[in-house]
């Protein structure tokens, strides 16, 4: 059975830091492009970072370039969210997700998601 497994999540004040995991089990980690999306409360789910099979390349989203940092480890089986600075607005439910066809910034476009961690930013 193929498994994600986020965890780092918590809470933390305004301008602090958190570094997320996703740990993968049951597929061929290095085939699989990993996205990073949140959900807040009365919200839809929204992309957040992705990165491609070998890490080479990766996207955010505008709300969060230059302070989050995505990055992989293949031989852990591991996907890594950095977030630096982070605001109250950052607030949310975190979740990794994996696509056997391309990075994207779409939801639907990855077949297997996390059960999430939650992050809290205090003011």
């Known amino acids: 059975q193929v498994q994600l497994v986020e965890s780092g999540g918590g809470l933390v004040l305004a301008g602090g830091s958190l570094r997320l995991s996703c740990a993968a089990s049951?597929?061929?980690?290095?085939?699989?492009?990993v996205g990073w999306f949140r959900q807040a409360p009365g919200k839809e789910r929204e992309f957040v970072a992705t990165i491609n099979r070998s890490g080479v390349s990766t996207w955010y989203a505008d709300s969060v370039k230059g302070r989050f940092t995505i990055s992989r480890d293949n031989g852990k089986n591991t996907v890594y969210l950095q977030m630096n600075s982070l605001k109250p607005e950052d607030t949310a439910v975190y979740y990794c997700?994996?696509?056997?066809?391309?990075?994207?910034?779409?939801?639907?476009?990855?077949?297997?998601w996390g059960q999430g961690t939650q992050v809290t930013v205090s003011s």
């Open positions: 997700a994996a696509s056997f066809v391309s990075p994207s910034t779409a939801p639907a476009t990855y077949k297997y």
């Open positions: 049951g597929l061929t980690f290095s085939s699989y492009a």
